[in-house]
């Protein structure tokens, strides 16, 4: 049976060949009389955006009471003026909206923050996702869901690829004094350089994933943050943006975004 609760959520895995209707049997329950008369807010992530708007035409064909969205990140087409820089700053661990799209001139009509206005729990709805939000910091604006559907392996899409100098990693910075940091890197440096499993290392040295924000939010003071004024043109807005990936220390940050997660 479907329906809010405040026990403590269950979670379940069924592993079954393709073909056999996993999907149909989802969508069958979610044309349920139980399903509206309790409001329930589901959300299922799926590999990618072709079977997002898959899935958005069957569940409208298959229950078209249900109110189903698509929701999107930034990178996918007309979605955001910026979609680079806002992809570079994300991986950099910190807000995209407070850092880039507070400034940006086109706010008020953004087609990324207008998907979420009319999002709404007043009704049940159904919202589908692609895997690489399950990775993401959710929008504050996304309501929490009652049901979370993960359709298909989703493993792949937790991996990160980069590449560091581990020298770089003890390399000085020049606006930071705090000697934690340094503590930090000289930590994160020898695991790495221990030749075992890493994060039962780290674990081992008592390195956390509080630690890896400390030493993250630490490394973003070491550089100036983009130059971004209310008053910017979208040309004006390109070109400081421009100027802030190319000073960005991206490596250091990025390691330690990754392991913070």
Known sequence: KLGKTASSPIHRGIKASAGLGKTSAVMNRLSGDDVKSTNLQVEIYVPDHKLARELVGKLGCQVPDLDVRHIKGRAQEGMCLFPDDAEFIGNLGVSVTETLCLHCPERS????????ESLTQEHAQARILTHAHLFLKRPSALPRPDLSIV??????????EGSLLLDQLMAARAKISDPTLHQLSRKLRDALESGRPLLGKLRGIGLSA????????????????????????????????????AQAPRGRIELWSILAR
Do not use: T, W
């Open 151 to 160: 359709d298909e392996g989703f493993v792949f899409k937790s991996i990160v």
């Open 210 to 245: 509080s630690d890896m924000r400390f030493a993250r939010k630490l490394e973003y003071k070491d550089f100036q943050r983009p130059k971004l004024l209310p008053r910017m043109n979208i040309d004006e807005l390109k070109r400081a943006l421009k100027e802030f990936r």
């Open 109 to 116: 009509g953004c087609h990324y923050f207008l998907q979420f």
